[in-house]
């Protein structure tokens, strides 16, 4: 009779258990790199923010920005361990899983951000989203951050001028190709070891959009500022296709939606935020902002040009040619 009961209760304490189990809610672990006040850092906000409020109590959103979780190169091994949720790597990090997207690599590809999203609201932008399945990389959705600029510890007007520097570059081959055409040492290095590489002198300049000069603090540690526009970078937010196939129909049907409203609020935003981190850097009056000549712009096209055809075969002339229509 004992042996009895106490089975029982062992049994009632296991379905208690579950129970209790059950009722915990599903914590989707979000980590991206940046400050939480650039346009990704709004947009992961944004998106926990939705998702909570459309699921309380249900599913929990933790957004670890500035690489608080997991540094950008580590965090696509993160997600596919399962370690993380939702990550919103460069559109740059990718070419090791298809060489399409290096199509948003090439130097002057966009001639501003309305043609990237021409671009990436076709049917071919869209398909790419979908590039990486094969591997359990599943994207969502683009999210801006902005045109390119390039800063030195000297001023940059012509190619020439970057002769011999040492960039720092993101984890891309045509980047490498990009800068090596200019006769500069590119560096490929993590995003949250850059301020100090320019402040010491490990390397002398690097490219990114305003808001990222701003909310790193690079514009401290640069003599001038390049407005070149020579590339954009934008982020594709990524899950684990399986993590994500295997949610319940009404869960990923909310995170679906969630991420449609933070992507249209973080791209509504990006251009406002990177005109006001453009003042702020001017207005410290640190660097020296250089607004170029058509003639000097002319310049620069011409010397990446030959990026191009370097890798065309890879990424696809039928792809360059679709990317390059999106800005005429």
């Not at 809610?25 to 409020?53: M, Y």
């Not at 309380?56 to 933790?62: D, L, N």
């Not at 500035?66 to 361990?81: C, Q, R, T, V, Y």
Request: hydrophobic letters at 45%; aromatic letters at 10%; zero cysteines.
């Amino acid at each position: 009779m004992r042996s009895y009961i106490a089975a029982a209760a062992a049994a009632m304490t296991l379905l208690l258990g579950n129970a209790a189990f059950a009722e915990e809610p599903l914590v989707i672990k979000f980590s991206h790199v940046v400050a939480e006040t650039t346009p990704k850092g709004q947009g992961a906000l944004k998106f926990k923010e939705l998702v909570e409020a459309a699921l309380p109590g249900k599913v929990t959103v933790e957004v670890y920005p500035n690489s608080s979780l997991f540094g950008d190169d580590k965090e696509l091994e993160a997600l596919l361990l399962g370690d993380v949720q939702f990550i919103a790597p460069s559109l740059s990090k990718f070419d090791r899983f298809t060489k399409k997207l290096q199509v948003y690599d090439l130097p002057f590809m966009f001639k501003n951000q309305e043609a990237v999203d021409k671009f990436q609201n076709s049917d071919v932008g869209q398909s790419l989203l979908g590039a990486m399945t094969d591997q359990d990389l599943l994207g969502l959705a683009y999210w801006h951050n902005g045109m390119k600029q390039m800063s030195a510890n000297k001023e940059l007007h012509v190619p020439g001028d970057a002769k011999g520097l040492k960039f720092r570059i993101q984890a891309s081959d045509v980047l490498e190709a990009q800068f090596a055409a200019l006769g500069a040492n590119p560096q490929k290095m993590k995003f949250s070891e850059v301020y100090q590489a320019l402040q010491t002198g490990v390397v002398d300049g690097q490219e990114n959009t305003w808001s990222n000069i701003y909310s790193q603090k690079f514009y401290e540690v640069q003599a001038a500022i390049s407005e070149t526009n020579h590339g954009v970078i934008d982020y594709m937010v990524v899950t684990n296709a399986t993590w994500w196939n295997e949610l319940p129909d009404d869960v990923r049907a909310v995170l679906a939606k969630s991420m449609a409203e933070a992507t249209s609020y973080s791209n509504g935003i990006a251009a406002k935020l990177n005109a006001e981190a453009k003042d702020k850097i001017a207005a410290a009056g640190k660097a020296k902002i250089l607004t170029l000549t058509d003639d000097e712009l002319k310049q620069w096209r011409a010397a990446m040009k030959p990026v191009w055809d370097q890798f065309a075969p890879g990424i696809g002339q039928d792809l360059i040619d679709a990317a390059s229509a999106a800005s005429m």
